[in-house]
Nanobody, 114 residues
Framework: QVQLVESGGGLVQPGGSLRLSCAAS????????MGWYRQAPGKQRELVAR???????NYADSVKGRFTISRDNAKNTVYLQMNSLKPEDTAVYYC????????WGRGTQVTVSS
């Protein structure tokens, strides 16, 4: 199991930016594809961005061009830079392994509102 702790959420106005961080425990982090997920009230959790061990990235259409995922394997950390935020980006954001089963962290709340 990889333990995950998300941080960096908050309240931001539409058009604003936030940078989320996810600190992971364990030695396998650098070998794994990591993803950022989000869950809005009343909706299913969805994958919004993922990054492979080699740094290849993929994004959901809803965030493409606005969000950037990155990782620092030396720090066992994955990041999500979110720009041009919209009210519909409001959700709890989680990071997790993409292709392996793993427990979920507590997530970090992002609220986009004027």
């Amino acid at each position: 199991q990889v333990q995950l702790v998300e941080s960096g959420g908050g309240l931001v106005q539409p058009g604003g930016s936030l940078r989320l961080s996810c600190a992971a425990s364990g030695t396998i982090f650098s070998l794994k594809t990591m993803g950022w997920y989000r869950q809005a009230p009343g909706k299913q959790r969805e994958l919004v961005a993922r990054i492979s061990s080699g740094g290849s990235t993929n994004y959901a259409d809803s965030v493409k061009g606005r969000f950037t995922i990155s990782r620092d394997n030396a720090k066992n950390t994955v990041y999500l830079q979110m720009n041009s935020l919209k009210p519909e980006d409001t959700a709890v954001y989680y990071c997790n392994l993409v292709f392996s089963a793993n427990s979920w962290g507590r997530g970090t709340q992002v609220t986009v509102s004027s």
